[in-house]
């Protein structure tokens, strides 16, 4: 935390340096993607549910939300949000077939950041297991220092993920539900034109944020530092253990950029980055939940839903 502190004021110190316009793009960009995001899941969640009016707006919304809570809660806390507020959007639909849109979503997301994480481990930018244990603000290194306890969690998780499909086998309801979530795929062509699309130039406004986000800070910009950036925030939230993943992900900046600007400026960029966005989200987010529920209160709220 206190690493994290220090970046935090290193960014402070360094505000009057950072560039407006640049600024301005990254954040813009950042929304579009939000909206490209959102486009593909709500396209997913037409093919399942082809009798009922799916309006972008409630899904975009409920979109927003989640991402707006993920900012500032561990845990995928946001996620809840999300799904909830798009249950109530589409009438007659299930929680079952809400989570399993989202693997349908990580089709794309799976074989970009697999080739991603290839190209960083060929290129050498990421560090290795030895490093990883002594860079600072790592939120990993528990993981990494108690490799008997990791390895049972990890046999949990996959025990875990079996017993689970045992029993989705034996019910034939649920498995109906789930297949629901699919019916996109059904229609390869569709599915491109209307899922991997908006997919696809969601990760490209991610890399245009990054391409802003780094002039803004005044370092470098080329390709390779883009995609070095988002494979470590990839890897900086591959496990929710803090909000955003901002430790890891400031460790992981420091490391793989050394050398690309002053310790000063990677220090801003690594921390100045991830407020910025986590601000953007907050307001957004919370506007869409204010604008959806008509208040805050959001536990107060689904308590009295599920009456």
């Known amino acids: 935390m206190g690493r994290v502190l220090d970046a935090i004021e290193a960014f402070w110190n360094y505000l009057a340096a950072v560039q407006l316009l640049p600024l301005a ?9 939000t909206a490209c995001a959102s486009r593909a899941w709500r396209n997913v969640l037409v093919a399942a549910y082809p009798t009922v009016t799916v309006r972008w ?70 560090p290795g297991l030895d490093v990883l244990r002594s860079l600072p603000s790592f939120d990993f290194r528990w993981f990494l220092e108690h490799e008997a306890a990791t390895q049972a969690i990890a046999l949990a998780l996959v025990a875990g993920v079996i ?22 795929l059904r229609h390869p062509a569709g599915y491109l034109r209307t899922v ?28 390779h530092n883009v995609l ?3 494979a470590t925030a990839s890897l900086a939230t591959l496990l929710p253990v803090s909000p955003g ?16 600007a002053t ?31 008509r208040t805050l209160r959001f536990r107060s709220r689904m308590a009295l839903d599920t009456r």
């Open 196 to 223: 991997a699309t908006w997919q696809v130039a969601d990760w490209c406004l991610r890399l245009a944020t990054i391409w802003f986000f780094l002039d803004a800070f005044g370092i470098r910009q080329n390709l």
């Open 263 to 293: 310790r000063t400026a990677l220090l801003a960029f690594s921390v100045g980055m991830k407020i910025t966005l986590t601000v953007v989200d907050l307001v957004v987010g919370f506007a869409a939940i204010l604008i959806a529920l």
């Open 25 to 33: 793009l990254a954040i813009s960009c950042h929304l579009l993607k």
């Open 163 to 184: 017993a689970l499909f045992v029993w989705l086998r034996r019910r034939a309801d649920l498995r109906a539900r789930v297949a629901r979530a699919f019916a996109v």
């Open 228 to 230: 070095v950036v988002q």
């Open 57 to 126: 707006r409630a899904i975009y919304a409920a979109y927003l939300a989640g991402a707006g809570v993920n900012a500032i809660f561990p845990a995928r806390a946001g996620d809840v949000v999300r799904l909830y507020l798009a249950r109530r959007a589409i009438p007659g639909s299930t929680y079952t077939t809400l989570v399993s849109s989202t693997l349908v979503l990580m089709i794309v997301d799976v074989v970009v950041g697999v080739s991603l994480f290839a190209w960083a481990f060929s290129q050498g930018v990421l």
């Open 245 to 260: 993943g901002i430790g890891t992900g400031q460790a992981l900046l420091l490391y793989t950029l050394r050398g690309q």
